[in-house]
């Protein structure tokens, strides 16, 4: 299926939703970097409403106790490991931590995706020849 240019995300816990098998869903999972140091945990997912699958892990990380805490979109493209406890990515935690923060307001706006990939270093998944992260297939959003 193509992504259309007119495809929207939605965060699945603004709509009440979760992912088809509780051991499928990473929210509440902690993140670690490729050193395997941790650096927050995963609050949401961003889905795409055109093809149902995770965009964007939403990453709370920092802060103290719910203070200063820093949201940060991560591509699924990243991901490259997960655990029953645990999503592993391939960016340092600098680089997610110096990473643009998360606006909700613009959670369906193209430029501010494209930046996102493009510091990550990936291209974005309307991109032509773009193939779906096979290692995050597990968390496909079939069923709710």
């Known amino acids: 299926m193509t992504v259309s240019e007119n495809s929207t995300l939605y965060t699945l816990g603004d709509r009440g939703q979760t992912v088809s098998g509780s051991a499928n869903d990473v929210r509440g999972r902690e993140v670690k970097d490729k050193d395997g140091a941790g650096i927050g945990k995963v609050a949401d997912l961003l889905i ?25 979109l991560i591509p699924v493209d990243a991901v490259t490991k ?53 290692g995050f297939g597990g968390i496909g959003m079939g069923a709710y």
């Open 82 to 134: 997960i655990t029953e406890g645990e999503v592993h990515v391939d960016q340092t935690g600098e680089q997610i931590k110096s990473a643009p923060g998360y606006d909700p307001k613009l959670i369906n706006d193209r430029p501010y995706h494209s930046s996102l990939y493009n510091y990550y270093g990936y291209g974005p998944y309307w991109g032509a020849g773009y193939v779906y992260p096979l």
């Open 48 to 72: 795409d409403e055109q093809e149902q699958k995770v965009r964007f892990l939403l990453v709370e990380h920092g802060g103290f106790l719910g203070f200063g805490e820093k949201k940060t």
